[in-house]
């Protein structure tokens, strides 16, 4: 059963354009760049997230939003605390991002 595994930034007041287009740049490349430990192959199913544009108001300082699909909470766990390419991004995002979030579910279950 899948996981969709939503992440929210936002970036610290005063961080370049050109720094926030390429941390959301490397972001969604970890699709490609996220390879399973015993396939070698890219196991993120998919990936997208662009800036806010929500008219509601209710972000609460939140600027960007991402939405990642796994096959399994399987892969969603390895790519949370051992996914070598997503630690290294991870380890990018300090003095760049003021706040972040991170919510999974699995399609369905409530």
Avoid: W
């Avoid at 390879?35 to 300082?61: A, R, V």
């Amino acid at each position: 059963m899948s996981i969709i595994h939503i992440v929210l930034f936002q970036f610290k007041a005063g961080i370049d354009p050109t720094v926030v287009k390429d941390t959301c740049n490397r972001m969604l490349a970890l699709k490609d760049n996220c390879l399973h430990p015993t396939s070698q192959k890219p196991y993120i199913k998919t990936s997208s997230g662009g800036s806010d544009n929500s008219p509601e108001g209710i972000q609460h300082g939140i600027t960007h939003a991402f939405v990642v699909e796994f096959a399994s909470a399987e892969d969603r766990d390895y790519y949370t605390h051992k996914d070598p390419a997503h630690l290294a991004f991870v380890r990018t995002l300090d003095g760049v991002i003021e706040k972040a979030q991170a919510v999974d579910y699995t399609p369905g279950v409530y």
